[in-house]
């Protein structure tokens, strides 16, 4: 990979060689995700293979931001930003700046390692560039050193990065999971039932609600398999299998466009491999051992 003054790269492209999920082109430089709006901003060479960038500490690649530096951690080693950019930074001869959208198409240019620290920045990103003011009376905020706390320095209302928890749910009857398509739904992929955790709720309840409103199923024998990060913006997915116990599938036609169950040997393409969508679906049809109900419901 070509370097300039104070820009190298990292790639995490599927295909390029393997360090522990990154390659790193130069032996200075720290890790930068820097975001424009909803974007992250890639470098493209001229080969058309886009990176995440180093940048060396005093750089003119890294203009002048309004928004605050955020310390995400190492990298194999390597101390990772992120920062919110008004503009993009400065263009340099061979290499040009991709905004990249994070809905879609990051997956397919970072290992899922990579994507994690890119996630965990667009998440601190995102908050940071929407908690400049009090929401409570609407004084400037100050960020607490160390800390992802921002406390009103007039009323002391402390704002923190925000996590909002949905649940996904692999419904299986016998041989058959239960698949949907949403309005949504891009290309030709089914996935799971989901929907955010409502206030006063566990996550079982949300489980047996989303699935009732969506599809009219009644589902029993609700068990944790896992959960993601998904930094579109500051969720995490929290996957389930349950059984199916009861009912007919009555669509909810505002959000689903279809649901079936499907025998495990025909099933339709699932999301993306990096996705807890597929994850729950494959470990279940690949005969993989479920997770056991070993906890009554909690009340
Ligand atoms: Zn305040």
């Not at 579109?232 to 009912?247: I, P, Q």
């Amino acid at each position: 990979m070509s370097t300039l003054s104070g820009v190298s790269t990292v790639s995490g492209a599927p295909g390029a060689s393997d360090i522990s999920g990154g390659i790193f082109s130069r032996d200075s430089g720290d890790v930068w995700f820097l975001f424009k709006g909803r974007h992250l901003l890639l470098l493209e060479d001229e080969s058309g293979q886009r990176f995440v960038p180093r940048i060396d500490k005093g750089s003119p690649l890294l203009p002048e931001s309004p928004f605050l530096t955020l310390p995400l951690g190492e990298f194999d080693g390597l101390p990772c930003f992120a920062l919110a950019l008004k503009e993009l930074p400065p263009e340099q001869p061979g290499l040009r700046w991709i905004e990249t959208d994070m809905r879609i198409g990051t997956w397919e240019l970072m290992k899922p390692r990579l994507y994690k620290f890119a996630g965990k920045g667009r998440q601190l990103a995102h908050w940071d560039a929407h908690s400049q003011f009090c929401p409570a009376c609407g004084a400037a905020t100050a960020r607490e050193r160390a800390s992802f706390t921002k406390t009103c320095p007039a009323c002391r209302y402390e704002q923190r990065p925000p996590i909002y928890v949905a649940i996904m749910v692999a419904v299986l009857r016998g041989d058959e999971v239960l698949l949907i398509r949403t309005h949504q739904s891009r290309g030709n992929a089914y996935g799971l039932v989901a929907g955010f955790l409502e206030p006063g709720e566990n996550l079982e309840e949300c489980v047996k609600r989303e699935v009732m409103e969506e599809t009219g199923l009644r589902v029993k024998n609700i068990r944790y398999h896992a959960s993601q990060t998904w930094p579109l913006v500051s969720n995490l997915m929290v996957g389930f299998y349950a059984d199916y116990e009861a009912g007919e599938i009555k669509l909810q036609e505002e959000e689903l466009t279809l649901a079936a169950f499907f025998h495990r040997d025909n099933l339709p393409a699932r999301p993306h491999p990096y996705s807890l969508n597929h994850q729950l679906i494959t470990w279940w049809a690949s005969g993989k051992p479920l997770p056991a109900k070993v906890t009554p419901d909690p009340r």
